[in-house]
């Protein structure tokens, strides 16, 4: 690291190993309970579980989102944190309204919009933290000595995410109007300004992976912000085809939305040239297969796959079956699990002065994650087309199909052992890693070994 306040970065780091944990017994409960071995039932229950798995998987991954930040924002302004005391305060509260969020979903303390369960009054002090993570990158900003476009994309990216937090927070009492304002956030999000951030830090990790001109960079980075608002704001029509929102959205949102991989597809390309372009071997190998490996698997996850069911013709077969939960795992998986994990990778012998990343440790557990995941969503892409057919296609009753289906869960949980034994093998080389130390400040590995 550069800077000494770039260590609260680990801390982030930290609690999003915990938290990928935490949302991965959850999975495992659902999993179990789809075959039937549901003993948690009375304490547990499905809906409960669900709630909790995804929502841990969007605050560890804004967790990660943050930590990076938290890390990259002093090293393109070149100066220290603005205050790492706010820091501190951010990281700690931020952690108890997400425990206290988790533990209340247990005992029916929710609302009930998908990916959006948190009580009204968790929300505010969500704002207010956010406000204040907002304000001490902002003003590390304002302060800088350096400008450049990868910093202020990553802002304007975590800017956006707070401000598009808000109008899940309005009060409808109509169904329409209610699903209409959540895909303002959940859609806008993952296929809006998480992609700037995404972007942000995909910029970042290339410039210090591959060493490539920092101009060429970023001047990619514009493409990716221009095809992510070109297609992704209108996109969000592919949301609102059946939910009595007007006819003209099934055109809208059909159209739009088949050119959001263009976005996607962009980053791969961007990512996979600037490797073949790199002006030095960067030692830390691992840190470029995940930055790699999210600019790919984003595209395969998010792009491929969100192609397969985004047309309106398809979508009013496949829309809330086994299919949507194939393409939400891969693409969160790719686009943003994977993007946080390479972050980590990049950061941690930077900060913890540890170069741990040539042991066979790391790769088996890039592989092991990787195959783990593309198994999960292939058992649960079977599983889905299945459903489609028996169910809206022979007109079969949604529990008799539930049963048919069961068996590919066996194929899950085995792919879901797979992925778990290599994010535990990641999580093992994050804690032989140790604690950051001052020792490592200016010592950075990738200023070390230009070719
Ligand atoms: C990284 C980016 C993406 C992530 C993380 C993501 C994730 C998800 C998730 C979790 C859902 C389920 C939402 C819910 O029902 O509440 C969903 C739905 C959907 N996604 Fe994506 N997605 C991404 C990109 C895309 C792209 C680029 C496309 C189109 C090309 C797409 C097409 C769709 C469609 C059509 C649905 C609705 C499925 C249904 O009708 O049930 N997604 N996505
Ligand atoms: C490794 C163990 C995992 C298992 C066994 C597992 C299993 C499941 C199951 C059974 C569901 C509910 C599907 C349904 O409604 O029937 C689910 C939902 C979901 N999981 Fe996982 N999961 C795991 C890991 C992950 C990871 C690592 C991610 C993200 C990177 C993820 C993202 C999601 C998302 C986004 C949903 C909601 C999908 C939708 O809206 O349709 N899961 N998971
Ligand atoms: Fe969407």
Same mark, same amino acid.
Request: with cysteine; proline share 2%.
């Given at each position: 690291m550069?800077f000494k306040?770039?260590?609260?970065?680990?801390w982030?780091?930290?609690?999003?190993?915990l938290?990928?944990?935490?949302?991965?017994?959850?999975?495992f409960?659902?999993?179990?309970a789809?075959?039937g071995l549901d003993g948690?039932?009375?304490?547990?229950p499905?809906? @409960?579980?669900r709630?909790?798995h995804?929502n841990?998987?969007?605050v560890?991954?804004?967790?990660?989102?943050?930590?990076?930040?938290?890390?990259?924002?002093?090293?393109e302004s070149d100066?220290e944190?603005?205050?790492?005391?706010?820091?501190?305060?951010?990281?700690?509260?931020?952690v @108890?309204?997400?425990?206290?969020?988790?533990?209340?979903?247990?005992f029916g303390?929710w609302?009930?919009?998908?990916?959006?369960?948190?009580p009204?009054?968790?929300?505010?002090l969500? @704002? @207010?933290?956010?406000?204040?993570?907002l304000?001490?990158?902002?003003?590390t900003i304002w302060n800088?000595?350096k400008r450049?476009t990868?910093?202020l994309?990553?802002f304007?990216?975590l800017?956006s995410?707070a401000l598009?937090?808000?109008?899940?927070?309005?009060?409808?009492?109509?169904?329409?109007?209610?699903?209409?304002?959540?895909?303002?956030?959940v859609?806008?999000w993952?296929e809006?300004v998480?992609?700037?951030?995404?972007?942000?830090?995909?910029?970042?990790l290339?410039?210090?992976?591959?060493?490539?001109?920092?101009?060429?960079?970023?001047?990619?980075l514009?493409v990716v912000?221009?095809?992510?608002?070109l297609?992704?704001?209108?996109?969000t029509?592919?949301?609102?085809?059946?939910?009595?929102?007007?006819k003209?959205?099934l055109m809208?949102g059909?159209?739009?939305s088949?050119?959001?991989?263009?976005?996607f597809?962009a980053?791969?390309i961007?990512?996979?040239?600037?490797y073949?372009?790199?002006g030095?071997?960067?030692?830390?190998k691992i840190a470029?297969?995940?930055t790699l490996?999210?600019?790919?698997?984003?595209?395969?996850?998010?792009?491929f796959?969100?192609?397969?069911?985004?047309?309106?013709?398809?979508?009013?077969?496949?829309h809330?079956?086994?299919i949507t939960?194939?393409?939400?795992?891969?693409?969160f998986?790719?686009?943003?699990a994977?993007?946080?994990?390479?972050?980590?990778?990049y950061?941690?012998?930077?900060?913890?002065?540890?170069k741990?990343?040539?042991g066979?440790?790391?790769?088996?557990?890039?592989?092991?994650?990787?195959v783990?995941?593309?198994?999960m969503?292939?058992?649960?892409?079977?599983a889905g087309?299945?459903q489609v057919?028996?169910?809206?296609?022979?007109?079969?009753?949604?529990?008799?199909v539930q049963?048919?289906?069961?068996?590919?869960?066996?194929?899950?949980?085995?792919?879901?052992t797979?992925f778990t034994v290599g994010?535990?093998m990641?999580?093992?080389d994050?804690?032989?890693?140790?604690m950051?130390n001052?020792?490592a400040?200016?010592?950075n590995?990738d200023?070390?070994?230009?070719?």
């Amino acid at each position: 690291m550069k800077f000494k306040s770039q260590k609260i970065a680990f801390w982030f780091f930290a609690v999003c190993m915990l938290l990928l944990t935490l949302q991965i017994v959850y999975g495992f409960i659902m999993g179990f309970a789809r075959l039937g071995l549901d003993g948690l039932h009375d304490f547990i229950p499905f809906n @409960v579980a669900r709630t909790t798995h995804t929502n841990l998987l969007v605050v560890w991954l804004l967790t990660g989102f943050m930590g990076a930040a938290y890390y990259i924002i002093p090293e393109e302004s070149d100066r220290e944190l603005y205050s790492e005391k706010l820091a501190w305060i951010q990281l700690i509260s931020w952690v @108890v309204v997400g425990v206290t969020a988790v533990i209340g979903f247990h005992f029916g303390w929710w609302e009930g919009r998908k990916f959006l369960e948190i009580p009204r009054p968790l929300d505010y002090l969500v @704002v @207010v933290n956010v406000l204040l993570f907002l304000y001490n990158i902002g003003m590390t900003i304002w302060n800088a000595t350096k400008r450049s476009t990868t910093q202020l994309v990553l802002f304007f990216g975590l800017f956006s995410a707070a401000l598009l937090y808000l109008p899940g927070m309005l009060y409808f009492d109509n169904q329409t109007m209610d699903s209409y304002f959540r895909w303002w956030v959940v859609h806008l999000w993952v296929e809006g300004v998480w992609e700037l951030i995404m972007g942000g830090i995909l910029s970042f990790l290339l410039i210090k992976l591959t060493g490539v001109d920092r101009e060429i960079i970023e001047k990619w980075l514009y493409v990716v912000v221009g095809l992510t608002f070109l297609s992704g704001i209108l996109g969000t029509g592919h949301h609102y085809y059946w939910i009595g929102a007007p006819k003209y959205w099934l055109m809208i949102g059909g159209l739009f939305s088949a050119l959001e991989p263009l976005a996607f597809l962009a980053m791969a390309i961007w990512a996979l040239n600037m490797y073949r372009k790199k002006g030095k071997d960067h030692p830390n190998k691992i840190a470029l297969y995940w930055t790699l490996g999210s600019a790919i698997m984003s595209f395969i996850g998010a792009g491929f796959l969100g192609f397969a069911h985004t047309w309106p013709s398809v979508n009013q077969w496949t829309h809330g079956t086994l299919i949507t939960a194939m393409h939400g795992h891969l693409a969160f998986w790719g686009a943003y699990a994977m993007l946080v994990l390479a972050v980590i990778a990049y950061a941690l012998p930077n900060l913890t002065g540890r170069k741990l990343f040539n042991g066979m440790n790391g790769y088996i557990a890039f592989w092991a994650a990787n195959v783990g995941m593309l198994g999960m969503t292939g058992a649960l892409a079977v599983a889905g087309i299945a459903q489609v057919y028996l169910e809206r296609k022979m007109g079969m009753d949604f529990l008799a199909v539930q049963k048919e289906i069961q068996f590919h869960f066996i194929g899950m949980l085995l792919a879901a052992t797979l992925f778990t034994v290599g994010i535990g093998m990641y999580i093992f080389d994050f804690i032989r890693h140790g604690m950051p130390n001052d020792e490592a400040i200016g010592k950075n590995i990738d200023d070390q070994n230009v070719k």
